[in-house]
């Protein structure tokens, strides 16, 4: 902790001579200088840490200003110099000055030449890495100076909780002569003006940020110091200035910061206990400068002239207040891993004495409260604990190796001898380091400037769209106006949209109907299905019926009438012989009976299923009729909503008529503003002049009528580009997105009909084999119901025969004629049961085969189709992968050319690369500079090797002193 002194912020006033039109308009010179910290203005006197009168020089504002600031960031400590006070008093020329004039330097280049000529002087053992950045505030937003494109960078705070400008380019340098070039960029891309005060008027605040870090490569200290330098834009009077237009809005925005400013600075000296630092993009980066962890200067420059008195008296008053403020100030230090241990120690030990401490009080207090009284000796000795403590609070830290005050150990020649060759050991092992270090390097940046290339791609092409999203939503803004006059139109659209919403919910409950009306046509179409494929199999079994019953019919007539002619007339009447035909007589009548019965069953099965085909083909009918007429609703829908888009074009037709008429009446406004400013002028000027002033404000009018409009279109038309543009791409993007399921969807039918197929030619081939296995037992059961009839008329004609003879001889043998003809019909009987059975089984096969052979053809020719069709859609989607690969193709060409056309156009703004840090040694001598002017006596100029960009010397170098 720095002590309060060192804390307090500093103040310095410094008053410029009067200017050439003040001295033309006579005005009078009125502050009054008392000693080297006293001025007083109109009888009040105002004291600061030094007062600078006008014949002040550079020099010995930078040696009272800044000097010291430069030891303390190089000592780890943060520092801020800022120049405040009113437009034309001297804070561009305080803080700058003739960047590259010895006598007329300002503070910035000075600190500059000074931080590395202190760094030269110091201990070799350390090793610095300086980086630097430059910004500026306009318009209350902050704008990159060392890469224009960086329009609108933001504020963050780190993990300390300090504030940051997130974004902003850092460039790392090694010598005074890179920091001014890094400069002289960054003030090109300043915003300037002239203003009746003032010939280069700053219109922004602008900051220049240096960091630096060191590292005591011998012991592993690390400290790191941060200087903010900043050139505050002036408080403006537009009745003094004459500022108008866009010079008008910029004086607008540089009061309202330096109002926050004023306000966070009466809130720290008021001891406030909210401070207002986010009112304002400035305030905030100096958060940490005005009540925080900063060593402050602040530089109040200030005019002479009475003309601008309460300006004057503003400033100072201004400057009074900071002086009361007081900063926390602290080194920014990196403890090593010793430090660190020690500073655990340091804390157990504490902790330790603090417990003992808790242990002896409760150790008296539970004696007291048992009714003991303790001896004075042996009670708590407060001021002897509170002094062990502060002894072990007050145990230095190891101070860092590059603290200048540090004393330096004494060796013998001999160890100085020795030390002197391992450094030159280490310094030739460092310069090896360092040449591989460089061609890493130089390959890490190529491959970092590809990197970059596709980043600042990305990033223009952000920067573009964040643009065009910003105008759009200007134009948006500008749009509000014209509402009024769209709400009935809108009005209108949204009952159109609700008529249309009903019409659509209609279509939609028609469209489910339709397709539950479908879905029952489909079931009612499977039934009728299924009832013809039974009423043919019922028609093939009534035809086997007749056929079987017209074969028994054969069979038996012939049966009887073989067995008339072998019995003849007479035999007939035999009482046996008849009584066996009138039985086979009555069993085939009761067969037919019944084979009649089954035909009228049949065909009134056939008659049902005829009405109800009829019926199904009345409900498909009707249902084509309805399905026509949701056909015809969906076409009108269709009509009206063709018609309600034509009628959304014509309002925007509308919209942008209004938007033209709404441009005219602000250009009008314009005008007429204009008009009132030039009758004011030419009531507070001179008559003679007025018609001249009248014709200059008229031509300016209208040039940035002219440029307004130009702009407004030129912006209009690529904002339409643009979107003309991104909607062909996502048009494009959709239709390839669409293509792609819908060829999904399509292949994942095809997999399945795959699939389907597969498992039907599978049973197809499993019924093939069952038909081949049908055919052959079918085969076999012919062969054998052949030998079996065979058999069986060999046995008819020997029946036959055998009962010839047997009537003949009738007469003779009638009780062996008795007993054979019981034993040969008990035969018969067996053999036709037999035959009747072989005659089923057989008939029941022959049905079989039949079926199969009329389902065989059908099944071929459904393989046949789904195999064209599994074809069909094979060339299809084959087809449709070579067009979704064209049209990729094509979208990404034109991906490309866009790319290309945005690369092309970022090139010229493209800003530096990336660098890699520099580190710099101390022990070079120092240039010749403004604040050291005998360095050139000393050691001559830098010395920058071509393969390192460490500085090394032979520790010539002269420390500054108080006077340089």
Request: negative net charge; contains cysteine; glycine residues 4%.
């Amino acid at each position: 902790m720095a002590d309060p002194a060192e804390c307090t912020i500093k103040v310095m006033c410094r008053f410029r001579p009067l200017n050439s039109a003040e001295v033309a308009r006579g005005d009078k010179y009125i502050p009054k200088f008392q000693g080297e910290d006293h001025v007083v203005l109109g009888s009040k006197p105002f004291q600061f840490d030094r007062v600078f009168q006008p014949n002040t020089t550079q020099v010995q504002v930078y040696n009272a200003c800044a000097q010291k600031i430069v030891k303390d960031v190089l000592e780890g400590y943060n520092g801020t110099i800022f120049a405040y006070g009113q437009t034309s008093s001297g804070k561009t020329h305080t803080m700058e000055g003739n960047l590259h004039d010895p006598d007329g330097a300002g503070i910035i280049p000075r600190i500059v030449q000074d931080i590395f000529n202190y760094i030269y002087s110091m201990d070799e053992n350390l090793e610095f890495h300086i980086k630097v950045s430059y910004f500026e505030i306009y318009l209350d937003k902050i704008r990159d100076l060392l890469d224009v494109s960086k329009t609108n960078l933001s504020v963050h705070e780190d993990k300390n909780r300090v504030p940051y400008v997130k974004g902003c380019t850092e460039r790392f340098v090694c010598s005074p002569e890179e920091v001014m070039d890094t400069i002289d960029e960054g003030k090109s891309n300043r915003h300037v003006a002239v203003t009746n005060m003032n010939e280069h008027s700053s219109r922004s605040h602008s900051i220049f940020q240096i960091n630096v870090k060191q590292e005591n490569t011998a012991t592993e200290q690390k400290l790191s110091g941060k200087l903010y330098l900043v050139d505050l834009a002036g408080s403006e009077k537009v009745s003094k200035t004459g500022a108008e237009g866009a010079v008008l809005d910029e004086a607008k925005n540089i009061n309202k910061s330096l109002s926050s400013l004023g306000n966070v600075i009466s809130a720290l000296a008021e001891g406030s206990g909210y401070i207002p630092y986010r009112d304002s993009k400035m305030t905030r980066i100096l958060q940490d400068s005005l009540g925080g962890n900063c060593r402050t200067t602040i530089v109040i420059c200030a005019s002479p002239s009475a003309y601008n008195e309460s300006e004057t008296k503003s400033t100072l008053m201004f400057g009074q207040r900071a002086k009361t403020i007081k900063n926390t100030v602290c080194v920014n230090v990196e403890l090593t891993a010793e430090q660190w241990k020690k500073k655990y120690e340091r804390e157990k030990e504490k902790g330790k004495a603090l417990r003992n401490t808790i242990t002896w009080l409760e150790n008296e207090l539970n004696r007291w409260r048992n009714g003991e009284s303790v001896p004075v000796d042996e009670q708590f000795d407060k001021e002897k604990a509170q002094a062990e403590v502060l002894a072990l609070d007050n145990v230095p830290n190891d101070k860092p190796a590059s603290t200048p005050n540090m004393p330096q150990l004494r060796l013998t020649d001999a160890e100085k001898d020795k030390c002197e060759v391992e450094l030159a050991k280490l310094y030739k092992q460092l310069d090896d380091k360092d040449d591989e270090i460089n061609q890493q390097s130089q390959l890490a940046e190529k491959l970092k400037q590809q990197m970059l290339d596709q980043e600042e791609l990305l990033a223009s092409s952000r920067r573009d769209h964040d643009n065009l999203q910003s105008e759009l939503n200007r134009l948006q803004a500008e749009n509000e106006a014209s509402k009024d006059e769209v709400k009935e139109v809108l009005q209108a659209l949204e009952e159109l949209a609700v008529n249309y919403d009903q019409k659509s919910q209609e279509v939609e409950d028609k469209t489910k109907e339709f397709e539950m009306l479908s879905e029952e046509l489909n079931q009612k179409s499977s039934t009728l299905t299924s009832i013809d494929s039974e009423l043919q199999k019922l028609k093939e079994m009534s035809n086997h019926q007749k056929k079987r019953v017209s074969e028994m019919m054969s069979s038996l007539l012939k049966d009887l009438a073989e067995i008339g002619i072998a019995v003849g007339s007479n035999d007939i009447k035999q009482h046996e012989g008849s009584g066996q035909i009138d039985e086979e007589f009555t069993v085939a009548r009761l067969y037919i009976s019944k084979l009649k019965s089954e035909v009228k069953t049949m065909a009134k099965r056939c008659k049902q299923l005829e009405s109800t085909q009829s019926e199904s083909n009345k409900k498909m009918d009707e249902n084509d009729k309805e399905l026509a007429a949701c056909q015809l609703r969906i076409q009108q829908h269709e009509a009206k909503i063709k018609s309600l888009s034509e009628y959304l074009q014509n309002v925007e037709q509308k919209k942008r008529q209004l938007e033209e008429n709404v441009d005219s009446l602000n250009e009008e406004l314009v005008k007429i503003s204009a008009q009132e400013k030039v009758t004011a002028m030419e009531k507070e000027n001179e008559i003679q002049s007025a018609n001249e002033v009248k014709e200059a404000v008229e031509k300016q009018i209208a040039g940035h009528r002219d440029a307004h409009h130009k702009q407004i279109s030129s912006l209009r038309d690529e904002l339409d580009n643009k979107e003309h543009v991104i909607t062909e791409l996502q048009d494009l993007n959709q239709k390839i997105m669409l293509e792609q399921e819908r060829l999904r969807v399509e292949h994942e039918k095809l997999k399945s009909t795959d699939l389907e197929k597969s498992r039907k030619l599978h049973e197809l081939t499993v019924m093939q084999d069952r038909r081949e296995q049908a055919r052959q037992d079918l085969k076999g059961l012919e062969e054998t119901v052949a030998k079996e009839l065979q058999t069986l008329h060999n046995l008819r004609k020997l029946f036959v025969q055998d009962l010839a003879t047997r009537v003949k001889k009738s007469a003779e043998m009638d009780s062996d004629d008795t007993g054979g003809s019981a034993a040969q019909k008990q035969k018969i009987s067996f053999l036709e049961n037999n035959l009747e059975q072989l005659t089923k089984v057989h008939k029941q096969l022959v049905r079989d085969n039949a079926d199969l052979r009329c389902e065989l053809p059908k099944l071929e020719k459904r393989l046949r189709a789904t195999a064209e069709r599994v074809k069909a859609l094979e060339s299809a989607l084959k087809e449709a992968k070579e067009n979704a690969a064209r049209d990729r193709k094509r979208y990404q060409l034109e991906v490309d050319r866009i790319k290309e056309a945005v690369r092309a156009k970022n090139m010229a703004r493209r800003g530096h690369s990336a660098q890699i840090a520099k580190p710099i040694r101390p022990g070079q001598p120092p240039v010749a500079s403004p604040t050291h002017p005998n360095a050139n006596r000393v050691g001559g100029g830098f010395y920058q090797n071509s393969q390192t960009v460490a500085i090394r010397g032979g520790g010539g170098g002269v420390k500054p002193d108080k006077n340089s």
